[in-house]
């Protein structure tokens, strides 16, 4: 049986949900049919997770990912499939990336469309969490090639510096939360709340 290091835990033929603007549900399609071209609407999450120092999960996508490989992001972010919802999704999704568990806090909701050179797109309706964790990161090298913990003031640097070297959903996410949600965020942001 494979550690969870090394378990392969996506695939490109899993069901995915289209949906509409409103986020309601139009039918399913295979993943990599909702990533070609310019993408179809579907449903997705992006997830934010601190620890207890008030520092931010940054991962470093897989080099072997179709899109947007070897950039950064917000800790966790991936599709609820078919039948499936987004508490199963989202508490799966982090065993299965990370192997912890983090209780969320559902935040907003949001459309984006973004192209990678001509290999495909996020055309994604991304609900957006944030929540915490003392837990011990064990990264699936088959999704993640680095992990990271930052201060909200090192994120904000390195953005500044490399914004190239981010993925652009965390970029709007992250954006959003500030200008928007702020009030949320600083429960997270301090430490030991």
Known sequence: MQDHASRIVSSEKEQLILVDENDVEMGHIDKQSAHDAKGLLHRAFSLFIFNPDGKLLMQQRS???RLWPNYW???CCSHPRRGETMQEATRRR??????IDAELEFVYK???Q???DDLGAENELCWV???RTADVIVPNRNEIADTGWL???ELQRKLEEEPARFTPWFKLEWQRLKADHAQVLGKYLRSGV
């Open 129 to 131: 969490y944030l929540g």
């Open 110 to 112: 949001f459309t984006y």
């Open 94 to 99: 982090l065993r299965d990336e990370l192997n």
């Open 73 to 75: 992001s917000n800790s």
């Open 63 to 65: 080099g072997d990912k």
């Open 114 to 116: 973004a192209s990678y």
């Open 151 to 153: 201060s909200s003031s």
